[in-house]
């Protein structure tokens, strides 16, 4: 679905995407997973055929954005990080209008409405203006919206942020309905549950290169232990700390207001921590994540 080699994209001399290979199978949830300002936005508007490469090769659905850009735009949706809905309209002009962009007739815009507003349980507003949706319905009006044509490849850049927990589960429903139906995904996230929940395999960024590539479960494996136990301190304290556990685990990383151990059984290693009369504010066991994957592979959370 979609293929790169040397992709790089360039901002006068700053240097967004540097020279990344990718491969995107029919489908598959793909995942770009990095902090913000890794290159996720702008590969994925190269993708979407709104930004011209600076270099390498790229094709999308077989095609190549710089020549055949109509014709791949008319085969994918595009879920952009904000909204951009028409606010004064209701929720069914919304997807009326948008349909007949893409050249559907008015009988065929209507009931692929109608469908859409099911598929994103907002039938029961469709005559309110969008101005008056909460933050969950107007990210699930954009996704609607983004399916009038009946995309093969539907891109999704950073879809849930600002969406509470539940409204966030809600939309991830709505895309493994999507993804069942035979459509292929390429979100970007920085959120590390969401990657996990949504991806079937996906590339970790920094710095608009990519560091490690594979399903999340494989690069948990590869880059962290079973157990992860979390020792918090007060801010500015950790250091102090490091000499004693240092040899507790496989790992050490000191954050400002924690002590990272990366060790095989937390349990142990937290018993073997108040042996040697460390008294963490508080202290958690927990699996390995994403986010230990980022920080192994770059000194950094995803957040920073």
């Not at 009931?111 to 039938?123: P, R, V």
């Not at 880059?223 to 004693?244: H, I, N, Q, S, Y």
Request: glycine share 8%; with cysteine.
């Amino acid at each position: 679905m979609v293929s790169a080699a040397a992709l790089v994209k360039r901002f006068g001399d700053f240097t967004a995407v540097d020279g990344i290979d990718i491969e995107v199978r029919h489908g598959e949830a793909f995942g770009f997973l990095g902090p913000n300002g890794a290159g996720k936005s702008s590969t994925m508007r190269m993708v979407a055929c709104m930004s011209p490469r600076s270099g390498g090769t790229l094709r999308v659905l077989g095609m190549d954005p710089d020549i055949e850009g109509p014709h791949i735009r008319a085969r994918i949706g595009v879920v952009p990080q904000a909204d951009l809905l028409d606010t004064e309209l209701t929720v069914r002009e919304n997807l009326h209008v948008y349909g007949r962009y893409f050249g559907l007739s008015r009988v065929r815009v209507r009931a692929k409405a109608e469908e859409l507003m099911e598929f994103a349980q907002l039938t029961d507003r469709a005559d309110d203006p969008v101005e008056s949706l909460s933050g969950g319905m107007k990210r699930r009006l954009t996704i609607a919206r983004s399916l009038v044509n009946d995309p093969e490849l539907l891109l999704l850049d950073e879809p849930t942020t600002g969406l509470d927990p539940q409204a966030r589960h809600l939309l991830w429903d709505r895309l493994f309905r999507l993804k069942a139906t035979g459509v292929t995904l390429i979100v970007t996230t920085h959120y590390m549950d969401e990657a996990e929940q949504l991806c079937d395999r996906l590339v970790v960024m920094d710095n608009g290169k990519i560091v490690a590539e594979g399903a999340p479960s494989e690069l948990i494996n590869r880059f962290c232990t079973r157990d992860v136990l979390e020792l918090r301190f007060v801010p500015g304290t950790t250091e102090m700390v490091l000499p004693k556990v240092a040899d507790l685990a496989t790992r050490v990383e000191a954050l400002p207001d924690r002590v990272l151990l990366y060790a095989e059984d937390g349990e142990q290693t937290l018993a073997a921590a108040y042996r040697r009369d460390v008294r963490p504010l508080s202290s958690l066991v927990r699996r390995g994540t994403l986010e230990d994957v980022f920080l192994r592979l770059t000194g950094r959370r995803l957040v920073d």
